[in-house]
């Protein structure tokens, strides 16, 4: 690394180096909220997305992940290019800072626009879902997320459990003469649907289609807000490391400018002003200098 020349550029170069790494350390916990996020969502709560009539959910919180892992990946490339203090690399850090602040964007925005249209899409979609593909063949993953949505949120039904009524399951032969599934039950038993009374299943507490909705409205705004807020620090993150770009650029230019007029020092002439040599040796030793 080549020596500073001015006071002033020397303190905004160091100041903006240490903030840098701050921001590498800020941006890593970013990262790692933004996949913990991310992973989260489609690991733990991947049973409820088939219940949904899009994939707009699952989609914002695959592209959490994607820009988590470019953030660690990322993180790496920074810290690297600002111990260097190498152009080409702080150039492309940065544009891997504007690449990830576009994708965690997008999946900011799309679980903004979701959010908005959630409650009539669960209205519309969630009460036929589970009427007419409820225990039938080839739905058993819609079977399963439904009899563990009923089970988490002690509901039973998408408004009520008169929902039930209306089922293909319910009013078929492999129901047993149950009024409802197993699933609605408190404590569930074989057979324990067959009575609907409100000592024995969710009669009272309330479809699923208003606890579903807040549950992944919740969701949306965590998705959201992590989004956007990560994306904001990057910006930061880029404007200082434009800075940083900068500053090394002028550095550069000035010991261009050094090692000109050093040269100039060097070329020996006659009294009449014609060129007598170039020591090949001594401008190797100014060189070396110039590199330390």
């Known amino acids: 690394m080549s020596a500073y020349k001015d006071d002033k550029d020397d303190w905004l170069t160091v100041c903006l180096k240490y903030l840098l790494f701050v921001f590498n350390f800020l941006f890593w916990l970013g990262g790692a909220a933004v996949l913990g996020v991310g992973i989260w969502t489609v690991v733990e709560k991947s049973d409820y997305l088939s219940l949904l009539a899009s994939s707009t959910f699952a989609v914002s919180a695959y592209i959490l992940i ?19 203090e190498q152009r080409s690399c702080l150039s492309m850090y940065f544009f891997c800072l504007l690449l990830i602040f576009l994708i965690e964007l997008v999946a900011g925005v799309l679980a903004y626009v979701y959010y908005q249209r959630l409650s009539e899409e669960l209205k519309q979609h969630l009460h036929q ?25 002690k509901c039973c039904g998408s408004n009520n459990s008169h929902d039930w009524m209306a089922s293909v399951y319910i009013s078929s ?48 705004l965590v998705i959201g807000a ?31 400018d050094l090692w ?33």
Do not use: W
């Open 173 to 220: 032969k492999q129901a047993e003469l149950r009024v409802v599934p197993d699933s609605c039950c408190k404590t569930i038993t074989p057979l324990c649907g067959k009575r609907d009374h409100p000592s024995n299943i969710y009669k009272v507490e309330g479809g699923c289609i208003t606890k579903l909705e807040q549950f992944l409205a919740d969701h949306l």
């Open 226 to 256: 992590v989004g956007i807020g990560v994306a904001c620090l990057q910006l930061t993150g880029a404007a200082l490391t434009a800075c940083f770009i900068y500053l090394l650029y002028k550095e550069e230019e000035e010991d261009f």
């Open 66 to 84: 994607l820009a988590g892992s470019l953030v660690v990946v990322t993180g790496f490339l920074g810290c690297c290019a600002v111990i260097r």
């Open 260 to 292: 000109d007029g050093a040269h100039l020092l060097l070329v020996q002439k006659d009294p009449d002003g014609a060129l007598l040599r170039t020591p090949q040796y001594q401008h190797t030793t100014f060189n070396r200098q110039m590199e330390q």
């Open 129 to 153: 879902t589970m009427t007419e593909n409820y225990a039938q063949p080839g739905k058993e993953s819609i079977t399963l997320a439904v009899d563990r949505l009923q089970q988490d949120f």
